[in-house]
């Protein structure tokens, strides 16, 4: 397994979690980390994205309440959710991507999901 996704759980509405992504050092490398979510029944879709360099992006959804960072001694890309919501609820995947020319982030590698409910 060369991107391992952990820290799902069980939380209530406005409660916080926080999701790691340990990665391969060969995996980590490549550029780009991201962190994508599916709920039932919809596509999936992108949460936030953090480059080599720190750069960050998020998804409207989850601006001012989730928070992308990694830790390139440990190959580790974490996910901080707070204030959470019902609709937030999905299986939260990472991955490992690259940027285009045009900086659009691709992803490359996946990890496999890690399930976040939120509800009371």
């Known amino acids: 397994v060369q991107l391992q996704a952990s820290g799902g759980g069980l939380v209530q509405p406005g409660g916080s979690l926080r999701l790691s992504c340990a990665a391969s050092?060969?995996?980590?490398?490549?550029?780009?980390m991201g962190w994508y979510r599916q709920a039932p029944g919809k596509q999936r879709e992108l949460v936030a994205t953090?480059?080599?360099?720190?750069?960050?992006k998020y998804a409207d959804s989850v601006k001012g309440r989730f928070t992308i960072s990694r830790d390139s001694a440990k190959n580790t890309v974490y996910l901080q959710m707070n204030s959470l919501k019902p609709e937030d609820t999905a299986v939260y995947y990472c991955?490992?991507?690259?940027?285009?020319?045009?900086?659009?982030?691709?992803?490359?590698?996946w990890g496999q999901g890690t399930q976040v409910t939120v509800s009371s």
């Open positions: 991955n490992a991507g690259q940027y285009s020319s045009e900086g659009s982030y691709q992803p490359v590698f």
């Open positions: 953090i480059a080599s360099g720190g750069t960050t």
């Open positions: 050092r060969v995996i980590f490398s490549i550029g780009g």
